[in-house]
Nanobody, 124 residues
Framework: QVQLVESGGGLVQSGGSLRLSCVAS????????MGWFRQAPGKEREFVAA????????RYAESVKGRFTNSRDNAKNTVYLQMNLLKPEDTAVYYC?????????????????WGQGTQVTVSS
């Protein structure tokens, strides 16, 4: 089992930036992919980004491509989500998740452990 703790959320103006961090403990961090999902009020949880076990492979939702960057530091057991050019529609609770495979995926069913979430609010 993997334990995940996110941080870095907050309130930012449209066009601004935030960096989310997620620290993992438990299973060997370099053995599994990591993902980011988000959930806005009244909406389903949606995929944002994912990164493979070694950081070589990444994938993004179309809505965040070119604005968000997913990275990881296996020496620090940490994954990051750099969010630039934020828009009000990016407002949501953001969750990091640990996959049950070394390679990234966009389906929640591929992830077995979830963090508690961190709120990101973008004002217009």
């Amino acid at each position: 089992q993997v334990q995940l703790v996110e941080s870095g959320g907050g309130l930012v103006q449209s066009g601004g930036s935030l960096r989310l961090s997620c620290v993992a403990s438990g299973r060997t961090f370099s053995s599994y992919a990591m993902g980011w999902f988000r959930q806005a009020p009244g909406k389903e949880r949606e995929f944002v980004a994912a990164i493979s076990w070694n950081g070589a492979g990444t994938r993004y939702a179309e809505s965040v491509k070119g604005r968000f960057t997913n990275s990881r530091d296996n020496a620090k057991n940490t994954v990051y989500l750099q969010m630039n050019l934020l828009k009000p529609e990016d407002t949501a609770v953001y969750y990091c998740a640990a996959a049950n495979t070394p390679y990234s995926g966009s389906s929640p069913s591929q992830y077995e452990s979830w963090g508690q979430g961190t709120q990101v609010t973008v004002s217009s």
